[in-house]
């Protein structure tokens, strides 16, 4: 891996270049093994907190974990193309529009002793703005080079906090063009369903229950692009426990290995259909 600037990464996709690396202000990776048709994205991996923040939060580190997804960019790492985040939705939200990507207040509890000053936000909005470029100049290399490009939006949620039951795999659809992509969708919640899981945890996928895919990585895709489609994929967090703060590696390991054919035969048919 090695440390780029955010013109130089952009360099390297208009050039076609494969590559593995950090942004050279640490706050996202992005992988290019080979140039595909598909891209696997993991927006809120990140758990960096800058540290002359730690004062000012009100939030534990164990309160920001529980609303971050980790291990989402585990799940995808073995595909040739994959952006992820590094650093804590708590600092700044990659999946909000930028005038909301910096919280005041997360999950009901006010998040600052004192409001943030313009520098302070100024200097994480920077992170977020650069992040934006560079998915910018990957997708456009994307649907430039096959006419089409779908993407796989990686995320978690913390299903014990609902009071009734819920779908492992959730699919948000409500902000992209259903009418031509329904069996795209459709046929990727089914393959989710299908996954095998240790531990006896069932895997049951379903469409628009739990969350609709209201992020700003979506909506910027799909606003930007004609010809690609951004599955938002939520994972209930059943490969760990979520209150006690412990991973389930093995659980983390089978969705990984999995996803390895399941997602590539998804995306292969995808291409196929629409390109």
Known sequence: MERLTIQ???????????????????????????????????????????????????????????????????????HPIVIAGMDSRFEYDLNR????????????????KTPLSIEEKNKSLAKHDAFYKVVQALIN????????????????????????????WNLGTANVDNNRFINAIKSWSSSLSELQLPNGIKSTSKINDTFQGNGYFLKFISKNFNNTLVLATEIAKVYCDEYNYIMFPEVVAAVELQLRQKLVNHANAFYENHK
């Open 97 to 112: 529009a930028p005038e909301v990507a910096i919280y005041d207040d997360a999950w009901g509890k006010q998040l600052w």
């Open 141 to 168: 290399k994307i649907e430039s080079k096959f006419g089409v490009c779908i993407v796989y939006d990686m995320h978690s949620y913390n299903w014990k906090r609902w009071n009734r039951e819920v779908p492992t």
């Open 8 to 78: 130089d990464i952009i360099k390297k996709i208009e050039a076609e270049e494969t590559f593995n690396a950090v942004s050279s202000d640490y706050s996202f990776t992005l992988k290019i093994s080979q140039y595909t048709h598909y891209v696997c994205g993991a927006i809120h991996d990140g758990h960096q907190f800058r540290k002359e923040l730690w004062d000012n939060c009100l939030h534990t580190e164990y309160e920001r974990w529980y609303e971050e997804d980790p291990e989402t960019k585990n799940m995808i790492a073995s």
